[in-house]
Every structure is written in C-alpha cells, then in structure tokens.
Nanobody
Framework: VQLVESGGGLVQPGGSLRLSCAASGRTFGTYAMGWYRQAPGKERKFVAAMDWNGSIADYEDSVKGRFTISRDNVKKTAYLQMNGLKPEDTADYYC????????????????WGQGTQVTVSS
C-alpha cells in the first residue's frame, strides 16, 4: 500500500483544512487508518485513527471536538477534517495504514505517507 497525503497549507487560527490520504492497492478496505503529526524538533504524535470499516474512531485529547477522521473505501481515501485550528496544530501531518486499529494508537503502522505540512498562523 502506498499512501499520499494532500491538503495541507497555511491557514489562520480558527480556520479549517481537510487533509486527504490517497491509497494505492486493492486492500485499502482491510486496513485501519491513522493520522499523526510531528512539529519541528518534536516527536511524532498520534492524532486520530479509524478502523477498517469506519465503525470505530479514536482521537488524541487535544483534537477531540475539532478534528474528524473519515474514510471512503470505494475511493481508497482517508480524510482528516480539521476545524478550529490553533497555532499549536502546526506540524507535518502523516497518514498511516495498519492491519491493527490498536497498533495505530501505539504509532505502529505497516505503511506511512510522506506527510503534508500544516501551518496555522495569522
């Protein structure tokens, strides 16, 4: 599985962005999908994850109520809708795929994208 993120950019505080993660391969629908972020000089951190059919989602506490993870298995794409963005959300955002939803929460994933940059600034 190859993953390609898009949708990052510069946005003002309070604004919104939707990140996309397009996957190749025929097995996308069997993988749990996750989103992570890494700010400059900091470790990569978990943001959100969703199981293979979209029935279960988990979020890091600081993004609950602001970010929403979703997926379209027909389009082989995962999304991260980010609302109410704050300067502290500035980071490179990565998507990942793994056979285990639980492993995504532990930053374990079989496949990673190359990342897309999100900058929240006025």
């Amino acid at each position: 599985v190859q993953l390609v993120e898009s949708g990052g950019g510069l946005v003002q505080p309070g604004g919104s962005l939707r990140l996309s993660c397009a996957a190749s391969g025929r097995t996308f629908g069997t993988y749990a999908m996750g989103w992570y972020r890494q700010a400059p000089g900091k470790e990569r951190k978990f943001v959100a994850a969703m199981d293979w059919n979209g029935s279960i989602a988990d979020y890091e506490d600081s993004v609950k109520g602001r970010f929403t993870i979703s997926r379209d298995n027909v389009k082989k794409t995962a999304y991260l809708q980010m609302n109410g963005l704050k300067p502290e959300d500035t980071a490179d955002y990565y998507c990942a795929a793994d056979g285990s939803f639980q492993d995504l929460g532990r930053l374990r994933a079989d496949y990673w994208g190359q990342g897309t940059q999100v900058t929240v600034s006025s």
